[in-house]
């Protein structure tokens, strides 16, 4: 990344005046600019541009910024349309504007707030994520926020819940205990908590289990669906346009049927129904349950149980507990 840097007269620490208005410097905030060949577009390189805008005595980046730059990279700083996001400055007190890319936040900021991450200012990723749960558009969109954090192990369950119990009377933080009672720590991407929201909220059933490994009588790993009713014996994938690829979706064919095969129904969402839930995939569930419902007689060739050398990955706190090599190894079907 390119930190900006402001006008110098000799042109060593920055460009001349006369070299900042030409075409090889870009103008990043007042006073501060990277050369044009520096891409904008770079999530990292929004962050740090903003960044040197911060005050000198106190603030940090917060929101989806902080959380990209502790290694959430899930948020990218685009909305749902694609729109790119402002950076957010938290800097509680009115020294700077807010201005085109950056937004300022003058809520109160304790310095336990504060934290420096790789050189950069930012809040605490609690703070960040409770930043972006308050201020988003509804429940669900702050469920799916708190999951993809969730994923990424830079916030847990219990931290989150801590610090939201600190924010009484703050704006927003209705929408944080929503997602609390409604999160994962296990969830793999975002799409899989819509579904997963769609099969609660919307189909009214109960809450499945989130990438909760299946395995054969004899100990085998059969797979890990997205979501999983245990008791009924149904499973639940999400296939984005990825699942679209002829090898790929050919694997899922054959995953689909030896779910089958074991006595376990299955049951998918596709990108497509992401807009209408219920009336597009909650039939579909309510279908796929009755007829796991009426196998439930049958054997079952499958179990939840897993043999004594698997490692559970399924909280923050296990996950954090890995080797760098237990993470590259048993985290790298997780959704980026």
């Known amino acids: 990344m390119v930190v900006p840097v402001r006008t110098d007269p000799e ?4 460009p001349t005046a006369d070299q900042a208005r030409a075409r090889a410097w870009r103008r990043v905030s007042r006073g501060l600019y990277v050369p044009s060949s520096v891409d904008s577009e770079v999530p990292e390189q929004r962050i740090v541009e903003a960044a040197a805008c911060l005050p000198a005595a106190y603030g940090g980046v917060t ?17 749902r ?5 402002p950076v957010t400055l938290s800097i ?4 700077i504007r807010s201005q085109p890319g950056i937004a300022v936040s003058a809520e109160r900021l304790p310095p336990r707030d504060l934290t420096t991450v790789r050189g950069l200012a930012t809040t605490s ?12 558009s509804d429940e669900r969109r702050a469920t799916v926020l708190l999951d993809m954090a969730l994923m990424h192990d830079v916030v847990s369950t219990d931290e989150v819940a801590a610090y939201v119990e600190t924010l009484n009377g703050w704006t927003g933080v209705a ?4 997602a609390l009672a409604m999160c994962e720590e296990n ?17 009214g059933l109960p809450r499945p289990l989130c990438n909760r490994p299946v395995f054969d009588l004899a100990g085998r790993h059969v797979g890990t669906p997205d979501l999983l009713d245990a008791h009924a014996g149904l499973v639940g994938e999400y296939d984005g346009i990825v699942h679209l690829d002829q090898r790929r979706r050919g694997k899922d064919i054959d995953k689909e049927a ?7 129904e299955h049951v998918t969402m596709a990108a497509g129904d992401v807009a209408s839930p219920s009336t597009t995939v909650v039939p579909r569930i309510l279908q796929a349950r009755a007829r796991a419902l009426a196998r439930r007689a049958e054997p079952r060739g499958w179990t939840v149980e897993p043999p004594r050398w698997w490692v559970d990955t399924s909280t923050v706190a296990a996950r954090r507990g890995l080797s760098a090599e237990q993470r590259d190894r048993l985290l790298r079907y997780r959704a980026s």
Request: charged residues 25%; glycine residues 10%; contains cysteine.
């Open 175 to 178: 929408k944080c205990r929503a």
């Open 11 to 14: 042109g060593k620490a920055g």
């Open 258 to 264: 030896t779910y089958r095969s074991l006595g376990l």
């Open 92 to 95: 509680m007190r009115t020294e």
């Open 63 to 79: 929101g989806w910024a902080a959380l990209r730059w502790a290694g959430a990279t899930w948020f990218d700083g685009r909305d």
């Open 187 to 203: 969830s793999w991407s975002a799409m899989e908590t819509v579904m997963r929201l769609a099969w609660t909220l919307d189909a």
């Open 81 to 85: 349309l694609g729109a790119p996001q």
């Open 125 to 136: 990723a609690v703070r960040a994520v409770c930043f972006e749960m308050r201020y988003c």
